[in-house]
Nanobody, 123 residues
């Protein structure tokens, strides 16, 4: 079972990026999923999570109104649309999945992790 995150890159402040997370080995169609990030020298932090149906979502206050999490259950892909990126958004972004149905914010409850994709935002 693998999660493969992609879509990171180097952008300017105010730009947008869309991260994708593709699952292989299983679809995670009945699992909650989420995005976390880890900036240099900092601990991993919660960004956004989504329930199995896509109807329930949670966001960190720092990204609320700028980021949107979504999923395509048929394709087995998780997305994170990031708008109005700021230098403080610079981090390695990880996608993750867990065995429960509903969105979760606690990283310790996630069972599967992708390898991360780097987002660098310059001012």
């Amino acid at each position: 079972v693998q999660l493969q995150a992609s879509g990171g890159g180097a952008v300017q402040a105010g730009d947008s990026l869309r991260l994708s997370c593709a699952a292989s080995g299983r679809t995670f169609s009945n699992n909650g999923m989420g995005w976390f990030r880890q900036a240099p020298g900092k601990e991993r932090e919660f960004v956004a999570s989504i329930g199995w149906s896509g109807e329930r979502v949670y966001y960190a206050d720092s990204v609320k109104g700028r980021f949107t999490i979504s999923r395509d259950i048929r394709k087995g892909t998780l997305y994170l649309q990031m708008n109005d990126l700021q230098p403080e958004d610079t981090a390695v972004y990880y996608c993750a999945a867990h065995r429960r149905l509903h969105p979760l914010t606690d990283a310790t409850l996630y069972d599967y992790w992708g390898q991360g994709t780097l987002v660098t935002v310059s001012s």
